[in-house]
């Protein structure tokens, strides 16, 4: 029934799911529970109580539940899994959108499962709910004596977007902390959760040929890219108040560029880490009036994805018919530290573009002797990518030669191919954020001081983007983007990295 991969013994826990029916659950957190109980990574004392404001009961939840396994998980549940799996899940009806949400009965059906499946009083209260909700659910768990962490402990994960605004995430942040300790408080960033993103450590700080010319000296430019061929679906509402800016640059993507650029911590435990990524969104040169030209932004408009017209965002459901909100967006940012000095970093994400991938690419200087024969005239710099998605792995662009006769110099690719070597064994960020919150790991979890550094990076964007509007649409679906984002690289003799044949 269980596979292969536990490597240590799970705590006891009630894992309590806000938002048990909406979209997060059926499409990530049940698969993700799923799998971790068929791999063996959740104890045998582990429960899951659902809540919502429908009256399902427990059958039509296992109902909801079975549904959502059906169609989104990797293994597909056989009748013996699915009845032990089932067994821990349990569902209450809970109204957190109301002021007069019932939550002394949520404390008694916890207390009685508690003593049936022998969950220690241990738990993590998941937050899969509209964001205006966030603050309110904290606080009535702390006055209903759900958060006291005395003995058991109990913990509380949170979705994005933890804010719309330096100000409102510091007002969030405020009213959790009045609840529970920092400590206790796991702020969901998933890309931090995805293995290749994980894998940037070990690529850095694990290999010899890296780490000491990981600096100005030799590296010409950095690439973070995230790009998407959807749409925003049925997300417009959310994605009217957030646009590209906070879906993705303002946690995913600066991040990876935290991690890519950190210097060496002094150990590789979640305190170190996260100091050095807090020092490197720190030195982020913020942008200024006169920046304009290091910054583009635009939203798709009508046109065609895979052979098939599709809308143009003004047309999505819930969107503005004359929204302004971005759904691209391409800069030069830098570091101003001695590491980066005078390294350019581009960044480009998109909705509904013409291709879907979200990687590093890490250019090096080419070498000083090159030009001296003739015969390199068509070496190109090496060129290092970690690709998160698809097809995660770690591809090495160098020099070789052509084979056959006479010296010709071609570009040839070290190939890692992390999906391929290990399959669907390997764990979905939502799985491994679970486990992670349950043994009490937060490294793999933003820390305050990451996300207040990374908002004063997003407002100083917004300030230059406000005092220049920009006419939307100006990008048709299924293409690359704007063509000043083009021009943004072409100004500095260079081109936006592309695998060869995609």
């Not at 969030?172 to 529970?180: F, G, S, W």
Request: with cysteine.
């Amino acid at each position: 029934m269980t596979e292969e991969r536990a490597t240590e013994i799970p705590n006891p826990c009630l894992f309590v799911l806000f938002g048990g029916t909406g979209d997060l659950a059926k499409r990530k957190l049940i698969p993700a529970l799923y799998d971790l109980f068929r791999a063996g990574e959740l104890s045998p004392r582990f429960a899951v109580v659902a809540t919502g404001r429908s009256p399902l009961g427990d059958e039509g939840y296992h109902a909801l539940a079975k549904a959502s396994l059906d169609e989104f998980s990797r293994k597909k549940p056989d009748e013996e899994s699915w009845k032990a799996f089932s067994s821990m899940l349990s569902y209450h009806v809970l109204d957190f959108s109301s002021p007069d949400a019932d939550y002394t009965g949520l404390r008694d059906c916890l207390e009685t499962i508690d003593g049936r499946r022998g969950t220690a009083g241990n738990r993590i209260f998941f937050l899969a709910t509209a964001p205006e909700f966030f603050g309110r659910s904290v606080k009535a768990l702390k006055a209903n004596g759900l958060l006291d962490n005395q003995g058991p402990w109990q913990r509380v994960m949170v979705e994005k977007p933890f804010g719309t605004s330096l100000a409102t995430a510091r007002e969030l942040n405020k009213e959790i902390l009045t609840a529970l300790p920092e400590e206790n408080v796991y702020r969901i960033d998933h890309y931090l959760g995805k293995e290749m993103v994980q894998n940037i450590t070990a690529i850095r700080f694990g290999n010899a040929i890296f780490e000491p010319i990981w600096n100005h000296r030799h590296i010409e430019c950095i690439q973070v890219q995230s790009t998407e061929t959807l749409g925003i679906g049925t997300r417009g509402d959310y994605y009217e108040q957030s646009g590209i800016l906070k879906d993705m640059l303002q946690n995913h993507i600066l991040q990876m560029l935290a991690l890519t650029c950190m210097e060496p911590p002094v150990d590789l435990s979640p305190g170190e880490v996260q100091l050095e990524k807090i020092r490197v969104l720190s030195a982020l040169r913020p942008f200024r009036g006169g920046d304009e030209e290091s910054l583009v932004v635009g939203q798709y408009g009508p046109g065609m994805v895979d052979g098939q017209p599709v809308a143009g965002y003004r047309s999505e459901p819930r969107t503005a018919k004359d929204s302004t909100t971005p759904t691209f967006i391409a800069l030069k940012a830098h570091i101003d530290s001695p590491r980066w000095q005078g390294v350019p970093i581009y960044i480009r994400a998109g909705k509904r573009l013409d291709r879907m991938v979200s990687e590093i690419s890490i250019r090096f200087r080419q070498v000083p002797g090159v030009p001296c024969y003739s015969e390199f005239a068509e070496a190109h710099p090496d060129v290092l990518v970690i690709r998160i998605q698809p097809g995660e792995g770690i591809y090495f662009h160098m020099n070789a030669k052509k084979p056959g006769k006479g010296f010709q110099i071609e570009t040839v690719e070290l190939d890692y191919c992390q999906a391929s070597r290990y399959t669907d064994n390997t764990p979905e960020s939502y799985e491994r954020l679970i486990f992670e919150a349950i043994q009490g790991n937060p490294a793999f979890f933003t820390g305050w001081d990451e996300l207040e550094r990374s908002w004063r990076y997003i407002e100083s964007i917004e300030r230059v983007l406000a005092a220049r509007p920009t006419v939307y649409p100006n990008y048709a679906a299924g293409t690359a983007g704007p063509v000043a984002a083009e021009a943004l690289v072409r100004a500095d003799g260079r081109t936006w990295w592309k695998e060869a044949g995609e």
